[in-house]
C-alpha cells in the first residue's frame, strides 16, 4: 500500500498526462482536419472528425448550457471524493487510480465544454483556427466537445421480415468518443469489475 503523499503524486500525474493526451489529440483533430473528415486507419478504426454538444458518444439529451454546469458540479464532487479515498488506507491504490482516471476524462470534456467556443473558430467546411479570446465559435460554457475515435468494428444488414429494423444496416462499435471519454468508461468499467465493493462502501460511509 503506497503512502497517501505518493498516492496523491500518482493521482496527479494521471491527471496531468491523461488531459494533456486529451487535449494534445483534440487539438490536432481541430486544427488539421474538417468536420466530418474521415481517416482510415484500419477497416475497423477511422480518426472521423466530428463535435458534440452534449454527453459522452455523442448523445445529446440536454441543453448545453445545462450539461456544463452538471460537468462542472460532477468534477466538484469526484475531486472531493478522489481527495477523500487517498487518505484513506481502507481504499487501494487500483480504485484510486480509477477514480482519477475517471476524473481526468470529466475534466477533459469540461475543458471543451468551458473554452473551446471562446478560443476556436468553427469547423463547418473549414479547418478550424486558433483565435483571440472572444472571437470563437461560442459562447463561454457553450463549447462543442471534440470526438474523433470511430470503431465500426462490424456490419450487417437486418433481414428484411425483421421488425423494425428490417432491412436496416447495423454496425458495431458506432459511437464516436475521444481519448476523455475512454478515460472515463475505462475507469467505471474497471471500478465495476475489481472494486464494486469500494464504491459501495464509500457511498456508505
Same mark, same amino acid.
Given at each position: +500500500?503506497? !503512502?497517501?503523499?505518493?498516492?496523491?503524486?500518482?493521482?496527479?500525474?494521471?491527471?496531468?498526462?491523461?488531459?494533456?493526451? @486529451?487535449?494534445?489529440?483534440?487539438?490536432?483533430? !481541430?486544427?488539421?482536419?474538417? *468536420? =466530418?473528415?474521415?481517416?482510415?486507419?484500419?477497416?475497423?478504426?477511422?480518426?472521423?472528425?466530428? %463535435?458534440?454538444?452534449? +454527453?459522452?458518444?455523442?448523445? %445529446?439529451?440536454?441543453?448545453?448550457?445545462?450539461? $456544463?454546469?452538471?460537468?462542472?458540479?460532477?468534477?466538484?464532487?469526484?475531486?472531493?471524493?478522489?481527495? *477523500?479515498?487517498?487518505?484513506?488506507?481502507?481504499? &487501494?491504490?487500483?480504485?484510486?487510480?480509477?477514480?482519477?482516471?475517471?476524473?481526468?476524462?470529466?475534466?477533459?470534456?469540461?475543458? /471543451?465544454?468551458? #473554452?473551446?467556443? %471562446?478560443?476556436? $473558430? @468553427?469547423? /463547418?467546411?473549414?479547418?478550424?483556427?486558433?483565435?483571440?479570446?472572444?472571437?470563437?465559435?461560442? @459562447?463561454?460554457? =457553450?463549447?462543442?466537445?471534440?470526438?474523433?475515435?470511430?470503431?465500426?468494428?462490424?456490419?450487417? @444488414?437486418? &433481414?428484411?421480415?425483421?421488425?423494425?429494423?428490417?432491412? %436496416?444496416?447495423?454496425?458495431?462499435?458506432?459511437?464516436?468518443?475521444?481519448?476523455?471519454?475512454?478515460?472515463?468508461?475505462?475507469?467505471?468499467?474497471?471500478?465495476?469489475? #475489481?472494486?464494486?465493493?469500494?464504491?459501495?462502501?464509500?457511498?456508505? *460511509?
Amino acid at each position: +500500500m503506497l !503512502k497517501n503523499s505518493k498516492r496523491l503524486t500518482l493521482s496527479l500525474a494521471i491527471l496531468i498526462i491523461a488531459i494533456l493526451a @486529451d487535449q494534445i489529440i483534440k487539438f490536432a483533430v !481541430k486544427l488539421s482536419m474538417f *468536420k =466530418h473528415e474521415s481517416i482510415r486507419v484500419f477497416d475497423w478504426f477511422y480518426i472521423y472528425f466530428t %463535435e458534440n454538444k452534449g +454527453m459522452a458518444f455523442g448523445m %445529446e439529451l440536454f441543453d448545453k448550457l445545462f450539461l $456544463t454546469s452538471f460537468r462542472l458540479v460532477a468534477v466538484t464532487f469526484i475531486t472531493y471524493y478522489l481527495l *477523500k479515498i487517498i487518505k484513506n488506507i481502507k481504499f &487501494p491504490t487500483g480504485y484510486i487510480v480509477c477514480v482519477a482516471f475517471v476524473l481526468a476524462g470529466a475534466i477533459g470534456n469540461l475543458i /471543451d465544454s468551458i #473554452f473551446y467556443g %471562446e478560443i476556436f $473558430t @468553427d469547423s /463547418d467546411g473549414r479547418i478550424a483556427q486558433l483565435v483571440e479570446w472572444g472571437k470563437g465559435y461560442g @459562447d463561454f460554457l =457553450h463549447g462543442q466537445v471534440v470526438d474523433m475515435f470511430y470503431f465500426p468494428l462490424f456490419g450487417f @444488414d437486418w &433481414p428484411e421480415w425483421m421488425p423494425f429494423v428490417g432491412g %436496416e444496416h447495423f454496425i458495431f462499435f458506432s459511437p464516436i468518443f475521444n481519448f476523455a471519454d475512454a478515460c472515463v468508461s475505462c475507469g467505471m468499467i474497471a471500478i465495476l469489475l #475489481f472494486y464494486g465493493k469500494y464504491l459501495n462502501m464509500s457511498f456508505k *460511509k
